[in-house]
């Protein structure tokens, strides 16, 4: 355990400095064995052991000892893993140590220039390193302060590898607790823990580590197995564990880093950052003042005073700058450019991004820019984005067509399709929810939340509200004097027409399967998908009605409690926290949508020519027609990519599975089916 390790190390470093009677000098005797081994010292009496130790003479050789030294015990038949599966016996071999040592019992420390104010876990390996020292008290980055979003301050926050990530996020837009353009103060535990870390004056390596062919090592903590080949750190901080082992490789610069389990840096330039979870930072990129979070990647581009929420795919030579994207999800193409355009100001504007956005190749972001309120929207290649805020979620974002011209619109505006990806792209979704659950690797966060759920179908609920309002002017065009989330973009009427029922459909698709079928489901007798047999219990209608009535009325308005213009963000950023146990809207969305259900539904419950196993046939058949369209809207949408590829691939057949042999509309069509099942045994049960 890592805190036990640093706890015993702390006290050996007291042990050491006060020459504490645990600890003895070597022998006259051990002294003259250790120099026919070719090793020499400035004043043998600095070297110690513990006093029930004998010195290892046989393991150390052609070292130089200048300072405090506590040696271990070396066992020649115990060999250490230098990487790649070659092991070599422990012991000391033509290294310098330097001011104060501790080098802990079988460890392998083998031509490294200087070793200096250093401890050494057991069983770890130093290995071909030029330095590896520590040259004042350190923080190993911890309690650093990081310009998050605009460059030159107002969001600042503290990284600290005891620090949550939903923490974080929230004290980046929630400032109450913060100066002007300060950071927060870290938790007593946070504090507490820095000030041990001050306390050791030492660069730690915990057991089992290594280090190998390192330049330069300076001030720096390594937990249990971190592995820190051919590279460069100052000021580090590498929260490891045998399970989660940090890995720094290939030339990778770090310079005040945080990393925590399972993370990766190779062949990359980092400082002031902090790396949760499963992230990486590879490909030459270049990462400055940036928090990662869990599952999130960087391999290629520079990335600059930004917060990278989960599943972000950064994979290419592109532009990311100021930008704070809580909940990730999303992808940079090729030759992106999210950078403030300051025009010789000051550099103080930031880009907000909302969940799952993905901007396309050469795609240019001008700031502010806000597209929080359109999760899972497409931003079309060779899109220049003007500052604005947009807040139609699922939509496309792609460059002007004539029609702008013949409105006098400005060509630096470009065309916005609301719920276009619900209609036109399905299938981007389908393939969303099911990559997101196979690519956590995340313990501590939960990375793999819905990507539908109360929060995002709210937003279509109100986008829908405003688009009804807006087409009631009956305009061909709509731009942001119309309505201000159409951003610097224009609308047409019949792209709105058509998002609204899309919408519409989306809603009523969620709320009827997450409330009505969930809720009826949940008392038919556990017999999976099968059908119930017919002496069975039946299901009052009515009954059932009147309780869903019932349940709607005591739902709370989500919207209170929570205040602030990020309130729906907030919220959300929690579903990250696996160790939040709440019952709420939130965590259990079958409240909430048995709430919706009944505003969306209010003429059909509400109406008395219907009975309430009219009124309940009618919306349980209505959930199967929604998620039958959707299906073949999915099939449609991968179907048409199979025409669009043989009309241009001599051979695309051969290489490329069909529409029906695809795993993702398999698997709708298979939850079209058990759907189906599902309802079907509810219909035969109500009475």
């Known amino acids: 355990d890592i805190t036990n390790w640093l706890n015993n190390a702390v006290d050996t470093i007291r042990e050491l400095r006060e020459a504490s009677q645990t600890l003895r000098s070597i022998s006259n005797e051990e002294i003259e064995l250790l120099r026919n081994n070719g090793n020499s010292s400035t004043d043998w009496s600095l070297i110690r052991v513990r006093s029930d130790q004998q010195v290892s003479v046989d393991c150390i050789h052609h070292c130089r000892f200048e300072g405090d030294v506590l040696l271990g015990s070396y066992d020649k038949d115990v060999c250490v893993d230098t990487g790649h599966g070659v092991k070599m016996p422990c012991g000391l071999y033509g290294t310098s140590f330097i001011g104060t040592c501790i080098i802990e019992n079988n460890c392998l420390i083998k031509d490294t220039h200087v070793i200096s104010n250093t401890v050494v876990g057991c069983g770890s390996a130093v290995v071909g390193c030029d330095f590896v020292m520590s040259s004042t008290p350190s923080t190993f980055g911890n309690s650093v302060v990081v310009s998050l ?17 939903t923490d974080l996020c929230i004290q980046l837009f929630d400032r109450s607790a913060c100066t002007e353009r300060g950071a927060a103060a870290l938790p007593d ?22 280090l190998f062919k390192c330049a330069k090592v300076v001030n720096c903590f390594f937990g249990i197995g971190a592995v820190v080949r051919h590279s ?26 945080i990393m925590m389990g399972n993370t990766r840096a190779e062949g990359c330039q980092i400082s002031s950052s902090m790396l949760y979870e499963y992230s990486s930072v590879s490909g030459s990129a270049l990462v400055q003042e940036c928090v990662l979070g869990p599952d999130a990647h960087v391999s290629g581009g520079e990335c600059c005073h930004s917060l990278l929420g989960p599943h972000v795919g950064f994979h290419h030579s592109s532009l990311l700058i100021a930008t704070l994207w809580p909940l990730g999800r999303g992808n940079l193409a090729y030759g992106c450019k999210v950078g403030a355009n300051h025009t010789g100001r000051v550099a103080d504007q930031e880009c907000l991004s909302g969940e799952g956005c993905f901007y396309g190749l050469g795609v240019q972001l001008k ?23 947009l807040s139609f979620p699922f939509s496309l974002v792609s460059a002007p067509v004539e029609c702008s011209c013949r409105h006098n619109l400005s060509p630096a505006f470009n065309s916005v399709k609301p719920a276009w990806v619900l209609y036109a792209n399905p299938y981007m979704m389908e393939r969303a929810n099911s990559k997101f659950t196979n690519r956590r690797e995340s313990k501590l966060y939960c990375t793999d939340f819905p990507a539908f759920r109360p929060s995002t179908v709210s937003s279509m609920i109100n986008a829908r509200k405003t688009l009804q309002s807006l087409i009631s002017s009956k305009q061909d065009l709509y731009t942001e004097r119309d309505c201000p989330d159409i951003g610097k973009n224009f609308m047409t009427h019949e792209d709105a027409e058509r998002a609204i029922r899309a919408y519409d459909d989306c809603v009523k698709r969620y709320i009827l399967q997450k409330g009505l079928v969930m809720f009826i489901s949940g008392k038919l007798p556990s017999h999976g998908g099968t059908r119930v047999e017919q002496e069975q219990p039946r299901l009052a209608a009515s009954a059932l009605l009147a309780e869903i009535q019932n349940l709607a009325s005591t739902c709370r308005n989500p919207e209170t409690g929570q205040l602030g213009p990020y309130k729906n963000l907030l919220s959300d950023i929690r579903l990250l926290d696996t160790s939040i146990k709440e019952s709420n809207e939130t965590r259990d969305p079958l409240l909430w949508c048995l709430r919706t259900l009944c505003m969306e539904y209010t003429e059909l419950v509400a109406d008395n020519s219907n009975t309430p196993l009219e009124t ?27 025409k669009r590829g043989r009309r241009v ?11 029906d042999n695809d795993t993702i509309v398999i698997n709708v069509y298979k939850g079209l089916q058990d759907l189906r099942n599902i309802v079907d045994n509810i219909l035969n049960l109500l009475v």
């Open 149 to 165: 979003g605009p460059e030159c301050g107002g969001r600042n926050v503290r990284i600290h590898a005891l620090q949550k990530y």
């Open 189 to 210: 535990e946070c504090v507490e823990y820095t000030g041990k870390l001050l306390s050791t004056g030492m660069t730690l390596i915990a057991p089992h580590c290594l």
């Open 649 to 659: 691939i001599p051979d695309y057949d051969a290489v490329h599975p069909s529409a």
């Open 367 to 389: 700031f502010p820019f806000n597209s929080l309120g359109a999760p899972y929207s497409l931003f079309a290649a060779g899109v220049t984005c003007l500052p604005q805020r």
């Open 616 to 642: 309940l046939q009618k919306l349980l058949k209505h959930a199967v027609q929604l998620e039958e369209a959707h299906a073949q809207a999915v099939n449609s949408c991968k179907g048409g990519d199979g």
């Open 232 to 257: 460069d750190l100052q000021e580090c901080f590498c929260l490891s564990s045998l399970s989660t082992p940090v890995v720094v490789d290939n030339r990778a610069n770090l310079t005040s880093v």
